[in-house]
């Protein structure tokens, strides 16, 4: 069975960093299109980034240019690096593949707060 387990979240001020790991166990990672997601207090899970099988990425436009999305396949490992955030971003993370094929994890909190 597939487990997700994201690490990395806390507090942190505005303009600072962060950044998360999704460890991927039990499934054949490499394959997948990985993705993280957010969902903030009272607001539905929305989408991140994405980073193909391949490498490829793609950002939701209120994150371009400040987060990083990266994956490592020998160690079963999406990344997500944040710089310049800001309080909106203040939501629990959470990763998945694409399809969200598998069930979710905990998820990670980001809380951006002066």
């Known amino acids: 069975q597939v487990q997700l387990v994201e690490s990395g979240g806390g507090l942190v001020q505005p303009g600072g960093s962060l950044r998360l790991s999704c460890d991927v166990s039990?499934?054949?990672?490499?394959?997948?299109?990985m993705a993280w997601y957010r969902q903030a207090p009272g607001k539905q899970r929305e989408l991140v980034a994405i980073?193909?099988?391949?490498?490829?990425?793609h950002y939701v436009d209120i994150v371009k240019g400040r987060f990083t999305i990266s994956r490592d396949n020998a160690k079963n490992t999406v990344y997500l690096q944040m710089n310049s955030l800001k309080p909106d971003d203040t939501a629990v993370y959470y990763c998945?593949?694409?399809?969200?094929?598998?069930?979710w994890g905990q998820g990670t909190q980001v809380t951006v707060s002066s």
């Open positions: 998945n593949t694409v399809s969200k094929a598998f069930d």
């Open positions: 039990g499934s054949s990672f490499s394959i997948y299109g």
């Open positions: 980073v193909s099988s391949s490498g490829s990425t």
